[in-house]
């Protein structure tokens, strides 16, 4: 589900590490340890005298993006949104954040990745409504689906799945008189940490969480009979994406933080390979596509 559409009707309201390989743990972009709610609950409460402020305010932005092809590839989709409000005796802070990788892969097409979260809090006429949602999916199986009155810590974890079961695929491809084979697989991991603040008697919400994934490869192609072969291969990571979100919305104090989203489309690897008894490796290059970094709030 993308909220960003929903943004302003929420009262107003892509994908760790995406992928890691099975062999590997989240390296790179991963891991986002030492969140704490010091950091946000200075600002939840506020102090001294409140500002002006408009009766509402919000703030917003997303990126989306698409590398490769139907054969190594895939796109991306970050958003993060907030929203305070505060009109007679309503108050409300509101804060999204989410973003979604879907990889392709020797032209399969799947969706790796997504994590959602959003909270409201809303005070009316001295009566108080803390709700949210935390979620994460990956290759379609629920990881984190938990509704949220209050505050809530989800701790750090990894975890790493393949994309192609067993083996990994394959295609026979005619080449002139002969049939060369591509194979390979690919992976999924993913990073999460997350705080969530709904303070009790204050219509303020916090967000200090931190997500990354990244897809990982490996495709060969090669010709050979049984026992000897010969060929070259690639092996990379794709969609290599984080989101860092420290945000604050308070219905009488306004917004603060910001949201950061990273990513680095492509790193490959070529390498060339030998079989007889044993298999040969030799890397023969290396390349990256530059680092992309995007405030998004």
């Given at each position: 589900m993308i909220l960003s559409n929903k943004f302003l009707?929420?009262?107003?309201?892509?994908t760790l590490s995406l992928c890691a390989s099975a062999q590997g743990g989240l390296g790179g972009l991963g891991g986002f340890g030492g969140l704490s709610n010091g950091g946000l609950n200075g600002s939840i409460g506020g102090g001294g005298t409140p500002p002006t402020l408009p009766s509402v305010q919000s703030r917003f932005g997303s990126y989306d993006a698409s590398i490769g092809n139907e054969w190594l590839g895939g796109s991306v989709h970050a958003y993060a949104g907030m929203v305070r409000q505060k009109s007679g005796t309503y108050e409300l802070g509101n804060v999204t954040a989410e973003f979604r990788g879907t990889g392709k892969f020797l032209r399969r097409t799947a969706e790796v990745a997504e994590i959602v979260g959003t909270a409201a809090n809303i005070m009316n006429n001295g009566v108080q409504n803390r709700s949210g949602s935390f979620r994460i999916e990956v290759l379609g199986y629920s990881v984190v689906n938990a509704n949220i009155t209050s505050n809530s810590t989800f701790a750090s974890s990894n975890s790493t799945f393949n994309l192609f079961?067993?083996?990994g695929i394959s295609y026979p491809i005619p080449v002139g008189p002969v049939t060369v084979t591509l194979a390979g697989n690919a992976g999924c991991g993913f990073s999460r940490s997350a705080n969530w603040l709904l303070p009790a008697a204050t219509a303020s919400v916090g967000l200090n969480a931190?997500?990354?994934a990244y897809l990982f490869a490996d495709a060969h192609v090669g010709v050979g009979i049984p026992g000897f072969g010969l060929g070259v291969g690639i092996n990379g990571r794709v969609l290599q994406m984080a989101l860092n979100a420290n945000l604050t919305a308070n219905a009488v104090w306004g917004l603060s933080g910001g949201v950061t989203f990273t990513l680095q489309a492509i790193t490959i690897h070529l390498y060339a390979w030998a079989q007889a008894i044993?298999?040969?490796?030799?890397?023969?290059?290396?390349?990256s596509s530059p680092l992309?970094?995007?405030t998004l709030v």
């Open positions: 009707s929420l009262a107003a309201a892509l079961p067993g083996g931190g997500a990354s044993y298999t040969w490796t030799t890397n023969l290059a290396s390349w992309v970094t995007r």
